[in-house]
């Protein structure tokens, strides 16, 4: 996995390191599958979880399935922000979708903490290794300049 440079220093933001990139993503429960439908971007929010550095989100018949089964690049984001006090963090993976249909894979998943929260038949399961994170942070000392 790579992590992707950005211009974080320049704008006053903080990067983050590969590893708190990963540390992040795996704290949270909660993200944004970002897709395209032709050239229009949708990013839904799903219910995740981590393991062995990968993404697992479960999805019914829809754009993400579609995604998935077409082997897409897809971007997969987490975040904390809190208005008050302007400070916050952010977190881009981006890697291939792939829909899980190996019995032994499914079978791993079972075990993982994946339930759904929105209502309805989420019967798929998507994996995403990402290929390259990317991670800033908005430091306390930025809301005072």
């Not at 429960?29 to 032709?38: D, L, N």
């Not at 971007?75 to 032994?104: C, H, M, N, Q």
Request: glycine share 8%; with cysteine.
């Amino acid at each position: 996995m790579a992590l992707l440079q950005t211009e974080t220093a320049e704008q006053g933001l903080e990067a983050l390191d590969e590893e708190e990139c990963l540390a992040l993503l795996g704290a949270r429960g909660v993200g944004r599958v970002a897709i395209t439908m032709g050239a229009i971007p949708v990013v839904p929010p799903v219910n995740y979880c981590i393991q062995d550095a990968a993404i697992f989100f479960r999805t019914g018949d829809g754009l993400k399935l579609r995604a998935a089964t077409d082997h897409t690049v897809i971007a997969f984001e987490v975040d904390e922000i809190d208005p008050y006090s302007r400070e916050g963090w952010s977190v881009l993976a981006i890697g291939t979708a792939k829909v899980l249909t190996e019995l032994d894979e499914l079978r791993c998943i079972e075990r993982l903490p994946l339930h759904p929260w929105a209502p309805g038949t989420r019967a798929h399961v998507v994996r995403m290794v990402p290929e390259f994170v990317s991670g800033r942070r908005i430091p306390h000392s930025i809301q005072d300049k």
